[in-house]
Nanobody, 116 residues
């Protein structure tokens, strides 16, 4: 049984920083891709950032230069360092682990609230 668990959300003032973490467990091999998505109230879930098991990254335009994704393959963990946070970054942030064989798992989400 694969589990994906996020942590690190919270309340921060605009301009501040937060670090989200996510751990995937239950399979022998590391996920091919690990990514972060977010969903604000009344909006669709949107892509934030992704990292491959070789370290290649990609970001949504809205977070480029402010967010950094990193991973530890040995521990099957991924982090999202968020800086210069804006009120529009307020959302539930979800971690996704993609093993590349049709197996794709989501965490339960962690709330990030940025006050103005």
């Amino acid at each position: 049984q694969v589990q994906v668990v996020e942590s690190g959300g919270g309340l921060v003032q605009a301009g501040g920083s937060l670090r989200l973490s996510c751990a995937a467990s239950g399979r022998i091999f590391s996920p091919n891709f690990m990514s972060w998505y977010r969903q604000a109230p009344g909006k669709k879930r949107e892509f934030v950032a992704i990292i491959s098991n070789s370290g290649s990254t990609n970001y949504a335009d809205s977070v480029k230069g402010r967010f950094t994704i990193s991973r530890d393959n040995a521990r099957n963990t991924v982090c999202l360092q968020m800086s210069s946070l804006k009120p529009e970054d307020t959302a539930v942030y979800y971690c996704n682990a993609d093993y590349g064989d049709g197996a794709n798992y989501w965490g339960q989400g962690t709330q990030v609230t940025v006050s103005s």
